[in-house]
Nanobody, 124 residues
Framework: QVQLVESGGGLVQAGGSLRLSCADSGRAFGNHAIGWFRQRPGKAREFVATISFSGGGTDYGDSVRGRFTISRDYAKNTVYLQMNSLKPEDTAVYYC?????????????????WGQGTQVTVSS
């Protein structure tokens, strides 16, 4: 059973950086792709990034490509989202999610397990 817990959110000025963590306490991490999504105030949930079960395949949303980097540490059962050059429009609740797939690039749909989310606020 995958059990995801996000951390690392907070308040940062525009242009700054944050690193979000998504830890799995259920220890079923190794055969799951992990995605990051966000929900901005008054907006629908939006795909941010995903990483394959092997770590070899990644995909990013257009609005974050080149600024955000997703990575995973198998020893720590954790996936990270490094966010640089943050903008006020990046303000959102960020969620990580998991799905069991061996796809090289996991895709943006079909995530089955979700964390509770962590708030990121970027001030102008």
């Amino acid at each position: 059973q995958v059990q995801l817990v996000e951390s690392g959110g907070g308040l940062v000025q525009a242009g700054g950086s944050l690193r979000l963590s998504c830890a799995d306490s259920g220890r079923a991490f190794g055969n799951h792709a992990i995605g990051w999504f966000r929900q901005r105030p008054g907006k629908a949930r939006e795909f941010v990034a995903t990483i394959s079960f092997s770590g070899g395949g990644t995909d990013y949303g257009d609005s974050v490509r080149g600024r955000f980097t997703i990575s995973r540490d198998y020893a720590k059962n954790t996936v990270y989202l490094q966010m640089n050059s943050l903008k006020p429009e990046d303000t959102a609740v960020y969620y990580c999610a998991a799905k069991r797939t061996y796809a090289v690039v996991p895709g943006r749909m079909g995530y089955e397990h979700w964390g509770q989310g962590t708030q990121v606020t970027v001030s102008s």
